[in-house]
C-alpha cells in the first residue's frame, strides 16, 4: 500500500519561501517520477513541477524560476521548494507518483500518477 504524506505547508507572507516535503513508503521510490499539484476551491487541479525517477524536472511556467523539485531517494522523500511565493500560490499542495516505474521522460497529467497525498494548504499573505 502507498502512502504519501505532504507537510510543510502554512502562512507565508508574500515574498517569503516554504519548503515542502512529501514522504513515500511502500514502493520503490527511486524508480518512480514524483509530481507536485495544486489545487483552489472550485478550480481545477493544476500541475506545479514533476521530477523523473533519473532527475529530470519540468516546472509549470507559473512557477518557474521561483519553485525547485528535489528528491532525497535515501529518505524515499520529495521536496518542493517555494521561493518568492505571492498570493496567487495560495492553495492545496498534493504530492503524487507516477503510476509506471521507469519512466523515461516525465509527464505532467494528474492522470498518470496514480497515488496521491491527502495535501498540504497553503497560504500566502499580501
Known amino acids: 500500500q502507498v502512502q504519501l504524506v505532504e507537510s510543510g505547508g502554512g502562512l507565508v507572507q508574500a515574498g517569503g519561501s516554504r519548503r515542502l516535503s512529501c514522504a513515500a513508503s511502500?514502493?520503490?521510490?527511486?524508480?518512480?517520477?514524483m509530481g507536485w499539484f495544486r489545487q483552489v476551491t472550485g478550480k481545477e487541479r493544476e500541475f506545479i513541477a514533476v521530477?523523473?525517477?533519473?532527475?529530470?524536472?519540468a516546472y509549470a511556467d507559473s512557477v518557474k524560476g521561483r519553485f525547485t523539485i528535489s528528491r532525497a531517494n535515501a529518505k524515499n522523500t520529495v521536496y518542493l521548494q517555494m521561493n518568492s511565493l505571492k498570493p496567487e500560490d495560495t492553495a492545496v499542495y498534493y504530492c503524487?507518483?507516477?503510476?509506471?516505474?521507469?519512466?523515461?521522460?516525465?509527464?505532467?497529467?494528474?492522470?498518470?500518477?496514480?497515488?496521491w497525498g491527502q495535501g498540504t494548504q497553503v497560504t500566502v499573505s499580501s
Open positions: 503524487a507518483q507516477d503510476s509506471f516505474p521507469g519512466r523515461p521522460s516525465v509527464t505532467l497529467n494528474g492522470h498518470d500518477y496514480s497515488y
Open positions: 511502500g514502493r520503490t521510490f527511486s524508480s518512480y517520477a
Open positions: 521530477i523523473s525517477w533519473s532527475g529530470m524536472t
